[in-house]
């Protein structure tokens, strides 16, 4: 049974810091596509970043997060700088075992973990 699970959220100042891993059992994020979705209060989920051999980013985020992999440890970061209380939302790691062209679409992802908040307030 494949298990996605997202650990590093939690509360920091605007234009801090913080790093969120996700790491998954029973499924090598070495092959297929890795996303990361946010979804803020009120508001539809949201593609942020996505991996496979390539990177990609949602625009508003381009320049702040950088979405990495350890293939040794079969995780996949999700570093987020100069964090804005925009970002403030629960964040969602995604596993989907193809690549997919249509990688901003949450439909295309075969696995989810339950999330980790992260808030961005002083």
């Known amino acids: 049974q494949v298990q996605v699970v997202e650990s590093g959220g939690g509360l920091v100042q605007p234009g801090g810091s913080l790093g969120l891993s996700c790491t998954a059992s029973?499924?090598?994020?070495?092959?297929?596509?890795t996303a990361w979705f946010r979804q803020a209060p009120g508001k539809e989920r949201e593609f942020v970043a996505a991996?496979?051999?390539?990177?990609y980013y949602e625009d508003s985020v381009k320049g702040r997060f950088t979405i990495s992999r350890d293939n040794a440890k079969n995780t996949v970061a999700l570093q987020m700088n100069s964090l804005k209380p925009e970002d403030t939302a629960l964040y969602y790691c995604?596993?989907?075992?193809?690549?997919?062209?249509?990688?901003?679409?949450?439909?295309?992802?075969?696995?989810w973990g339950q999330g980790t908040q992260v808030t961005v307030s002083s």
């Open positions: 995604a596993v989907r075992l193809l690549w997919s062209s249509d990688y901003v679409r949450s439909s295309e992802y075969d696995y």
């Open positions: 029973s499924v090598s994020l070495t092959r297929g596509l």
């Open positions: 991996i496979r051999r390539d990177t």
